[in-house]
Each structure stands twice: as C-alpha cells, then as structure tokens.
C-alpha cells in the first residue's frame, strides 16, 4: 500500500483560502487516482475531489465546484488540494487516499469504498 501523510489544515475565516498538501511514500502512487475525501461530525466521509493517475481529468463534487482545485505533481509524489472562498460548511477531516485499482480512467463515481490507502487527515475548521 502506498503510504500518504497529509499537511497544511488549519483554522481559517469564511471566505479565506487553504492548501492541502498529501506526500505519497513510492513511485507506485503515479499509477492510481487520487481522492480528497472529508468527513464533518456526524456525517458520512464524502469525496469532495478526485484526480486520475495522469492528472488530465478531475472531477469535484457539486458543493465545492468552482472553489477547490485539485492537482497533482508525479515528480514529486504529491497531491494537493486548493480551497479559496471557504465556509463554515466545509468545516472537517480531511482525507487523502490513493484509488485500490491502478490506471482508472473514469473517477466521477468513487466513493469511499473505492479507496485502498488512506493518510491520517487533517483538520480543517472555517469560522463564521
């Protein structure tokens, strides 16, 4: 399994920006799709954003379309999640997780079953 460690979450104001940061531990990682997922108190762990293993497609879920970016950096083994204009609803653990089959092409339905490493998360709180 691949290993990822995720950074860079924090307490932010409503309409502030983060960058998430998820450092994968092998080459191995360029072959899967990677995921972003989050999950709020109470509420079942969502993918919020995913990316194949070329980076050419990405895929966001309707409630972060157009102010969360995701990307990835194969020479370098990372994963990043960009997040401006950031509400109280976004408030939550963040995941990043590498995909259980390697080289799929089609991520607009992965759920969070479909992933097979996860790192430890990191927490994200956005303040009214």
């Known amino acids: 399994q691949v290993q990822l460690v995720e950074s860079g979450g924090g307490l932010v104001q409503a309409g502030g920006s983060l960058r998430l940061s998820c450092a994968a531990s092998?080459?191995?990682?360029?072959?899967?799709?990677m995921g972003w997922l989050r999950q709020a108190p109470g509420k079942e762990r969502e993918v919020v954003a995913a990316?194949?293993?070329?980076?050419?497609?990405?895929y966001y879920v309707d409630s972060v379309k157009g102010r969360f970016t995701i990307s990835r950096d194969n020479a370098k083994n990372m994963v990043y999640l960009q997040m401006n204009s950031l509400k109280p609803e976004d408030t939550a653990i963040y995941y990043c997780?590498?995909?259980?089959?390697?080289?799929?092409?089609?991520?607009?339905?992965?759920?969070?079953?479909?992933?097979?490493?996860w790192g430890q998360g990191t927490q994200v709180i956005v303040s009214s």
């Open positions: 990316i194949t293993w070329s980076g050419g497609i990405t």
């Open positions: 997780a590498a995909d259980r089959l390697p080289l799929r092409r089609t991520i607009a339905t992965l759920t969070r079953w479909d992933f097979g490493s």
């Open positions: 092998e080459g191995t990682f360029t072959r899967y799709a």
